[in-house]
């Protein structure tokens, strides 16, 4: 069977990443994905591999577009601006696209190059981020787990209504990350 004219992985995990942000990751079955698309189930196979290949497609795609936005979001600054400037924009992502943010929290096969790849660009964008620190090999990456965490936990928190106070989330955020920096630069000394 020939693929539809028009439709390719793009489009799918587009469309994917929509059901997903709208009812959750759970939610993107094959049945509701074609019926999204208007084509038959049948016909995702010519470009997926069924359910676990379109979740592991889309955990690409969310990895790829978080780095996009992270990119974007540190470009022209650097140092402590530059991590506060990424901080916002990754919890800003899983704020926008909530279904997609989680399809990019499976971790990725590690004999699968493109997903190890979409994985390690974040990783190095964020190693470059933090090299204003002068951070040396095994401290650097434990500085990025910290702050990965730092952020998926606020991101988890915030998707689950965990932050009951009356309180700018921004502001928290701003905090948190202020008391990440402050125990960097005493590390530093």
């Given amino acids: 069977m020939s693929p539809r004219t028009g439709l390719d ?13 709208e009812q959750g990751l759970e939610a993107v079955t ?14 995702l196979y010519n470009h997926i591999d069924g359910l676990p290949g ?3 497609q889309l955990a690409i795609y969310g990895l790829e577009k978080l780095h996009n936005e992270l990119t974007s ?18 919890v800003n992502f899983a704020r926008s ?3 997609l943010y989680e399809a990019t929290l499976m971790a990725p096969d590690a004999s699968d190059e493109a997903a190890q790849k ?3 660009n974040i990783v190095n964008l964020v190693l470059a981020v933090l090299q204003t620190f002068r951070l040396e ?11 990965r965490s730092i952020l ?3 991101s988890s928190l915030e998707q689950h209504a965990g932050f009951g106070l009356n309180l700018s989330l921004d502001d928290s955020l701003y905090y948190i990350v202020s008391t990440y920096l402050n125990g960097i630069n005493k590390m530093q000394k």
């Fill in 9 to 21: 992985l793009q489009t799918i995990l587009q469309a994917a990443a929509e059901i997903a942000n």
């Fill in 30 to 43: 094959l049945a509701i994905l074609a019926k999204k698309l208007n084509i038959r189930p049948p016909s």
């Fill in 54 to 56: 379109l979740r592991k």
């Fill in 73 to 90: 979001a540190v470009i022209g600054i650097a140092g402590e601006d530059a991590v506060y400037s990424l901080a916002k924009a990754y």
């Fill in 97 to 99: 696209n909530r279904g």
């Fill in 118 to 120: 979409a994985s390690r």
């Fill in 137 to 147: 090999d095994e401290a650097a990456l434990h500085t990025v787990r910290g702050l």
């Fill in 152 to 154: 998926h936990g606020f």
